[in-house]
């Protein structure tokens, strides 16, 4: 994995939104040191409209070239779908970067490993219609030794393609409590006699 990231920063060096004017620093960590690679000035207020606004877009996804971390305190609309389009893994935090940017590479690899490990062994949540799935985790541990939650969960939530997700398991995982915490997901737990579910839904469906 490229050990490189794209921060968007103001006039301070801390992160801020793509709605305000800032700088893009591209950060490469080399001998466990993250240094400025190089840089551009950025103000996506001054598009006239629309199509301005995506080809400014345009010019940056360029600009980052094979740098697919982008870090910014916030990125929506057409910045957004623009660096997403374009293969970017987008994260959001406020402060100084060198602050997180280990933090950020660190999760990076742990999702690429649980990728890897998901699709090796084929475990997709069965379609229950409209954009409902179900998946036995209990089930899916006893065939897979070691597999964990997160690594069968995880993806399958990140890509975002569900309204609802019935998992039938011991007890909610906790990093999946966590989410909760963060406002990403909502879940409801139903109790049966030999285990519990976990219907999880999105706050913001698509």
Known sequence: MSKEIAVYCDV??????????????????HLGEWQVIKSMT?????????PELRQKMDKIVEYLGDCKLFLAASVVGIPYFSLEKAGCTIW????QPRQFLDLVLEREEEQ???KAVTEDVALVPQPMGEG??????IEIQKSNDG???KQVLRPFIQKGEFYELRVTCHHVPPWLEAEVELGRLNINVEQTKSAV????????CT
Not at 92 to 95: A, M, P, S
């Open 132 to 137: 409902r799935f179900s998946l036995d985790l």
């Open 92 to 95: 959001e935090f406020t402060g």
């Open 197 to 204: 579910v976990a219907v999880i839904r999105k706050n913001t």
């Open 42 to 50: 950025v103000n996506l207020n001054k598009a006239s409209g629309m």
């Open 112 to 114: 690429a490993k649980e």
């Open 12 to 29: 301070d060096g801390k992160t801020t939104g793509m709605d305000k004017p800032g700088t893009l620093y591209v950060f490469r960590k």
């Open 147 to 149: 597999i964990t939650s």
